[in-house]
């Protein structure tokens, strides 16, 4: 664990291949892209040089994201970041985008710790404890990439709760199903 909190180092080579020091062998971007969700801090450098290349990657990642439809930034906003690097405003960009993925990570915190805490009016209902655990499970699930949040950490996942996991999620799935037959025949 204690490698975890120090950068994984990746070295570029004069032809341009990524090097993991960690295992010693060649990386694309998008093994980087899945060291990065997986939480790990990266740092890419040029071996000849020194130069710090983190961020010219990064963007890299990101714009080969985008191209291939896996659209998260709207056009205002990729608009308003290149306005950004030409205008008096260029100080306040990076604080206000620091700022505000902070205040989403803490809004996933404080609603999943309000999913767990606060007793819902329909929790005397025959089969409301199931629901809520599925819908729980399901909140995991969608924020286990989001890395850095000050929310909970996730429960320890030995093999019984990852099949427990598992079996709700099917069991979710499975409800997702009859409903989409109920309404398709309205």
Do not use: C
Not at 135 to 142: E, G, I, K, T, V
């Amino acid at each position: 664990m204690a490698d975890d909190a120090k950068p994984l180092l990746i070295k570029r080579y004069a032809s341009r291949r990524l090097y993991n020091t960690e295992t010693s062998d060649y990386v694309t971007l998008e093994d980087i892209a899945g060291f990065i969700r997986e939480g790990r801090e990266v740092k890419i450098v040029d071996l000849k040089s020194g130069d710090d290349l983190t961020r010219q990657y990064l963007l890299q990642i990101i714009a080969e994201h985008e191209s291939r439809g896996e659209n998260v930034l709207p056009v205002d906003v990729l608009t308003d970041l290149v306005r950004s690097y030409t205008t008096q405003a260029q100080s306040v960009v990076p604080q206000f985008l620091a700022a505000s993925f902070e205040l989403l990570r803490e809004g996933q915190s404080k609603m999943m710790e309000n999913f767990s805490s606060i007793p819902h009016p329909m929790s005397s209902m025959p089969g409301f404890d199931v629901l809520q655990r599925q819908q729980q499970a399901f909140l995991r699930q969608m924020m286990s990439g989001w890395t850095g949040s000050s929310g909970p950490e996730p429960e320890e996942d030995d093999s019984q709760s990852a099949a427990d996991d598992r079996a709700e999620l099917t069991a979710i799935k499975k409800q997702l199903a009859e409903l989409q037959s109920k309404l398709s025949k309205l």
